[in-house]
């Protein structure tokens, strides 16, 4: 897996996303939090980043 979303976010832009989302980060725990931020997104990224074939449609029904 690539680590271009821990590149992408530093520890300015986490300090400031939490502040936009109302939450303290105390600056000892800030490495952590950048690091799983970017393991977050990375994981994200491997659901919404494939291209999606514009002929398959959705299953009607789900059968488990």
Same mark, same amino acid.
């Given at each position: 897996?690539?680590?271009?979303?821990?590149?992408? &976010?530093?520890?300015?832009? +986490?300090?400031?996303?939490?502040?936009?989302?109302?939450?303290?980060?105390? #600056?000892?725990? &800030? #490495?952590?939090?950048?690091?799983?931020?970017? +393991? +977050?997104?990375?994981?994200?990224?491997?659901?919404?980043?494939?291209?999606?074939?514009?002929?398959?449609?959705?299953?009607? +029904?789900?059968? #488990?």
């Amino acid at each position: 897996m690539t680590d271009k979303s821990e590149a992408a &976010l530093g520890p300015e832009q +986490v300090e400031i996303l939490g502040r936009l989302a109302g939450i303290a980060i105390h #600056p000892d725990h &800030l #490495p952590g939090v950048v690091r799983n931020l970017g +393991v +977050v997104l990375g994981q994200a990224a491997l659901l919404f980043d494939p291209p999606l074939d514009p002929l398959i449609e959705p299953a009607t +029904v789900f059968r #488990p």
